[in-house]
């Protein structure tokens, strides 16, 4: 059973940082594609990055220079570094995995809670 | 960026009605687009990918269609559980991009 476990949400103030990770099993991070996907409390869905089985990476132009994706093999564990927050980043982050390329999102995490407020 | 979006934004419906939700992109996707449920506080789930697909495990009352620009999501028979709010996704491009959404509601 394929299982993608979100952590690292909570509150934090605006110009804060927080890292955000997913835990995976059931499938290897490094053999397909693990995405950010996050979704603002009442809104619709935002794609924010992606880190590819050859470890290429792409980021939305709303989260470029601010956000970071990264993997650990090892730990079969994805990241999500947040620098330079701002309130409109508060959301239900959602870590999601795809196949390859032109393929859609099938599985994804229960989500993680970043609140940025003062 | 590929803009995509849907209509209705809302949708008004009864148990047993066949509801249709309609999702465009403002440029051609062939068939690499996606439809997923949502209820509330849950995370979404695919129901259909390569605008026609079912997922394994979706009911096949479920059925999508169209190609290019324009699709259709198709309920034939709607349920009490199929109440939600329904996505429709391109993965066209470099940056995969969501409509607004369509919540249908219970009449």
């Known amino acids: 059973e394929v299982q993608l476990v979100e952590s690292g949400g909570g509150l934090i103030q605006p110009g804060g940082s927080l890292r955000l990770s997913c835990a995976v099993s059931?499938?290897?991070?490094?053999?397909?594609?693990m995405s950010w996907v996050r979704q603002a409390p009442g809104k619709g869905l935002e794609w924010l990055s992606v880190?590819?089985?050859?470890?290429?990476?792409q980021y939305a132009d709303s989260v470029r220079g601010r956000f970071t994706i990264s993997r650990d093999n090892s730990e079969n564990t994805v990241y999500l570094q947040m620098d330079s927050l701002r309130a409109d980043d508060s959301a239900v982050y959602y870590c999601v995995r795809s196949r390859r390329w032109t393929t859609p999102f099938d599985y994804w995490g229960q989500g993680t809670l970043v609140t940025v407020s003062s | 960026d590929i803009q995509m979006t849907q209509s209705p934004s809302t949708l008004s419906a009864s148990v047993g009605d066949i509801v249709t939700i309609t999702c465009r992109a403002s440029q051609t996707i062939s068939t690499w687009l996606a439809w997923y449920q949502q209820k509330p506080g849950t995370a979404p789930k695919l129901l259909i990918y390569d605008a026609s697909y079912l997922q394994s495990g979706v009911p096949s009352r479920f059925g999508g269609s169209g190609s290019g620009t324009e699709f259709t999501l198709t309920i034939s028979g709607l349920l009490p559980d199929d109440f939600a709010t329904y996505y429709c996704q391109q993965y066209e491009s470099i940056s995969p991009t969501f409509g607004p959404g369509t919540k249908v509601e219970i009449k």
């Open positions: 059931g499938l290897t991070v490094s053999s397909t594609y």
């Open positions: 880190i590819y089985s050859d470890g290429q990476i």
